[in-house]
């Protein structure tokens, strides 16, 4: 049974699993700093960690994490950040080590508990967490991804929901907490001129793409357990899917935001082998970690339709993959050409085109036809272009965001967990009846068996 105690509205210690890891070095750290510089970090941060680190070794690593990710660092802010860092030493499974928590932790009634650990501990750490008492007043944040099937991810969930109640869980999808997928929001719902254009009548697909011109860096181990599809694509990608088929909520509140994805989801069904294809880059198998004779999928792309009025009939075109072309996150709404084509030149070739760059230059571009220069009424594509960054400023840090989010009790960046299952049920067939493996070139925009699955190609990036 579930002890209910009312939760202080803003957290007072943030506790993070994991605090000498990889995650932690490379967002968290960086995202506290931030907080601290703008005078948003009013509580404590105890890092827990089988390293075992005297409190200088943790400060030092903390810091040089926070200087390799940060332009200009105020030495003032580092040392304010010193009188709140502490480090809990100890193995996950030993129960002494949250006995030494909640000690830490005794005089704290609204701790966030963030587990920057593999998934397969969620459920042995939050025991644990459980069994000194501190699920009864904490927020959980997890990371994804959630489960590694639909029956895990119940699995997980039941067991979660033993200890704490669902609106104390806080499950992170990174993409939530990115400024740039959140104009998809802006640009679809507070400017009136794309609504009426904006469905089957007028769009001829969506494609979207989240590439990377790297390979694993290291992660063999972990990513061989994973793959393309349980890392990217059934929680990033299908979030993307969600915000641009969605219909408008009936305000920003979380719950009726879920309610408005929930229906997308529900509306596309489970994939079938056909719509996908999985691939693999030359060289994978002989990365440290990497088992022998591996069938993990190091790109997929996929075809789907969400079958509800808006957008029955328009296909979804979705791929990801590790050394790629480039490092890119975009959406690309092809527009249908117009019902009668009266001039010549690139009408019949060059749709008109809306872009949504969602990575680091974030910005939005409109491919238009125009009048080519001459006597004949040729057409051009010209291309409109719009940088955020240079035209609004720099953006907030996605983990930024989302620890300010959730020590402050805001579900809206965080996935529920209906949600997180009705994106394993429409991969579920696809997981556990996988497809045969491609091999791709490094350099390259996956496996040639990609043009099967989109036959008109993808839209030039």
Not at 74 to 102: C, F, H, R, T, W
Not at 180 to 204: G, K, M, T
Not at 362 to 390: M, R, Y
Request: charged share 25%.
């Amino acid at each position: 049974m579930i002890k209910r105690v009312e939760v202080p509205v803003e957290a007072d210690v943030v506790v993070l699993f994991g605090a000498t890891g990889d995650l932690a070095k490379k967002k968290l750290f960086p995202a506290l700093y931030q907080m601290a510089f703008k005078g948003a970090l009013d509580a404590d941060v105890v890092g827990v960690a089988s390293t075992k680190w005297n409190h200088e070794q943790f400060v030092a690593n903390a810091f040089d994490a926070i200087r390799s990710h940060v332009a200009e660092v105020d030495e003032k802010i580092l040392v304010e950040l010193d009188a709140k860092l502490s480090l809990v030493v100890g193995n996950y499974e030993d129960p002494k080590v949250y006995q030494d928590l909640a000690l830490a932790l005794a005089d704290k009634k609204a701790p966030v508990i963030y587990l920057a650990i593999p998934p397969s501990l969620f459920e042995q750490v939050t025991q644990g967490l459980a069994a000194v008492g501190l699920t009864d007043h904490c927020r959980l944040v997890v990371e994804k991804p959630f489960g590694r099937d639909l029956e895990s991810a119940e699995l997980l969930q039941e067991a979660l929901e033993r200890v704490l109640p669902e609106e104390r869980i806080f499950r992170i999808d990174h993409y939530l907490g990115k400024e740039s997928v959140e104009d998809i929001l802006i640009f679809r719902f507070a400017n009136s001129i794309w609504e009426p254009l904006w469905n089957r009548r007028y769009i001829n697909s969506i494609q979207i793409t989240m590439s990377e011109d790297f390979g694993i860096e290291g992660r063999g181990a972990f990513y061989d357990g994973v793959g393309a599809i349980r890392d990217v694509l059934q929680n990033h990608l299908l979030q993307v899917v969600s915000l641009i088929a969605m219909e408008p909520p009936s305000d920003l509140s979380s719950q009726f935001m879920e309610d408005e994805k929930i229906k997308v989801f529900r509306a596309i069904d489970p994939l079938k082998k056909e719509d996908v294809v999985r691939g693999q880059y030359v060289g994978y198998l002989d990365e440290p970690g990497v088992a022998p004779g591996s069938r993990t999928e190091t790109y997929a792309a996929v075809k789907l339709f969400v079958n509800n009025w808006r957008w029955a009939g328009v296909p979804f075109y979705l791929r990801t993959g590790k050394y790629l072309t480039e490092t890119t996150l975009e959406v690309v709404v092809e527009f249908k050409h117009p019902p009668q084509l009266l001039f010549t030149g690139s009408q019949e070739t060059s749709p008109n085109i809306l872009r949504f760059r969602l990575g680091k230059n974030d910005g939005v571009d409109i491919e238009l036809l125009a009048k080519a220069p001459g006597d004949n009424l040729e057409t051009l594509p010209v291309q409109l272009n719009v940088e955020f960054s240079a035209a609004l400023g720099e953006r907030q840090e996605a983990y930024e965001r989302l620890l300010r989010a959730a020590m402050s009790g805001d579900h809206l960046r965080f996935t529920r967990i209906d949600s997180v299952l009705e994106s394993w049920r429409i991969l579920e067939n696809v997981i556990h009846d996988e497809t045969q493996v491609y091999p791709y070139f490094k350099g390259t925009w996956g496996p040639e068996k990609v043009d099967d699955l989109i036959p008109q190609g993808w839209i030039d990036l």
